[in-house]
């Protein structure tokens, strides 16, 4: 269950329909559908509730998981699939029969989201459509698709296909059911991928030797209970934007980042609109 809500969006004006090199547009397709679109956050309950928070410490995952856009769910619903391969052998309940209700339409145990929104972004630029990074569901997993999103019309859907038949599934409203992401083709398919031996350069190999060593070191000492490794709990290099091989009061690494900060959707006032009417 999730008691999240998308924060109230603030309206701005809009003069022209031209899309910027930055912009990532959502056209509402359904006007009385409730679903809302927001940057998603850091936390996950889950990693909240492991021993002392432990695993709020992995800063990747933490910027992982807030590294895109959630489309929110608005109505509460359950799913269960009986394992059939027909559309019938899911069996979807959901409250008060919004008009975004979740379909079984390939079957397969496939349950399909359509996304309510028309997202529009720069030549080039596509969105990866997933499901909420680090936030695992029992019995079902998101599937993932890129999406053209500088040219295509069509609206786009989310799905989550089961993994164990038999089995409810809920989706609360206010969780997310998708994450939006976008992606540069062009930087995709212009990166060359090699492989080499560490020892190739040496200077690497010689920074992660020293990292490595100090992994090593800090916790034989936690397993010895030195005082100020068990203090200390966990080593903080990667989380302050350091490396051993730097020592401790060097200066954060360029462009490192303990959160990631996404600007919210705003609510568009079309010119028409906003613009007042002049009597003659």
Not at 59 to 86: E, F, T, Y
Not at 182 to 190: F, G, I, K, S, T
């Amino acid at each position: 269950m999730s008691d999240r809500t998308a924060p109230d969006l603030p309206r701005r004006r809009v003069d022209r329909m031209e899309q910027s090199s930055n912009e990532l547009l959502a056209y509402r397709l359904r006007r009385n559908c409730g679903m809302k679109l927001a940057a998603e956050l850091p936390g996950r309950d889950w990693m909240n509730k492991t021993n002392q928070g432990f695993a709020n410490r992995c800063l990747p995952m933490r910027i992982a998981s807030q590294a895109g856009w959630v489309v929110l769910n608005d109505n509460l619903l359950r799913a269960k699939w009986d394992g059939g391969a027909g559309p019938n052998a899911t069996v979807i309940e959901q409250a008060d029969h919004p008009p975004c209700a979740a379909i079984s339409h390939f079957g397969h145990g496939i349950l399909t989201f359509a996304i309510p929104f028309l997202f529009r972004t720069p030549p080039g630029v596509a969105l990866l459509i997933r499901g909420p990074a680090n936030a695992p569901k029992d019995a079902i997993a998101p599937l993932e698709g890129l999406v053209e999103t500088d040219w295509a019309v069509a609206g786009s859907t989310v799905n989550w296909k089961f993994t164990r038949a038999g089995i409810w599934v809920e989706f609360a409203a206010g969780e997310p059911i998708c994450m939006i992401v976008p992606q540069r083709l062009d930087l995709l398919e212009a990166t060359q991928p090699r492989i080499y031996d560490i020892e190739e350069n040496p200077e690497t190999h010689h920074q992660y030797k020293i990292w490595n060593e100090s992994v090593y070191s800090f916790g034989k000492r936690l397993r010895e209970r030195d005082p100020e490794a068990v203090r200390l709990g966990w080593q903080r290099y990667y989380f302050r934007g350091m490396a051993p091989h730097k020592g401790q009061d060097d200066q954060v690494a360029e462009g490192h980042r303990l959160q990631l900060s996404l600007r919210e959707f705003v609510e568009a006032v079309p010119l028409a609109v906003a613009k007042p009417q002049l009597g003659l």
